[in-house]
């Protein structure tokens, strides 16, 4: 089993929304800590969004704050990242990565990566 595995990519307009999921497996959730990440084309992977879901806090890059949110669906081991207002700089292909445990934040060491969705806004 993957234990991180995105879903949800695709192709929208400007100004739209998508939503990407985060699939867990084969650990206890909310003891970990969960990060959005992406790499556009030619560029560095950076980080988007962190949730620590043992204790309850997000944080978001400057670049998507108010426009993204990540949350937890409490019923199932899945994370959202809600995206709103897309603007064609957030195309992009984001992948969801697991913190190791106890890592309170997210950063490049995530242990393990999922494979990617690809994000696509037109203008």
């Known amino acids: 089993q993957v234990p991180v595995e995105e879903s949800g990519g695709g192709l929208v307009q400007t100004g739209g929304s998508l939503r990407l999921s985060c699939t867990t497996s084969?650990?206890?959730?909310?003891?970990?800590?969960i990060g959005w990440f992406r790499q556009a084309p030619g560029k560095e992977r950076e980080g988007v969004a962190c949730?620590?879901?043992?204790?309850?806090?997000?944080s978001y890059a400057d670049s998507v704050k108010g426009r993204f949110t990540v949350a937890r669906d409490n019923t199932r081991n899945v994370v959202f990242l809600q995206m709103t207002s897309l603007k064609p700089e957030d195309t992009a292909v984001y992948y969801c990565?697991?913190?190791?445990?106890?890592?309170?934040?997210?950063?490049?060491?995530?242990?393990?990566w999922g494979k990617g969705t690809l994000v696509t806004v037109s203008s």
């Open positions: 990565a697991r913190a190791p445990f106890r890592a309170r934040e997210c950063s490049g060491s995530m242990d393990y």
């Open positions: 084969g650990f206890s959730l909310h003891l970990y800590t």
């Open positions: 949730i620590n879901l043992s204790e309850g806090k997000t």
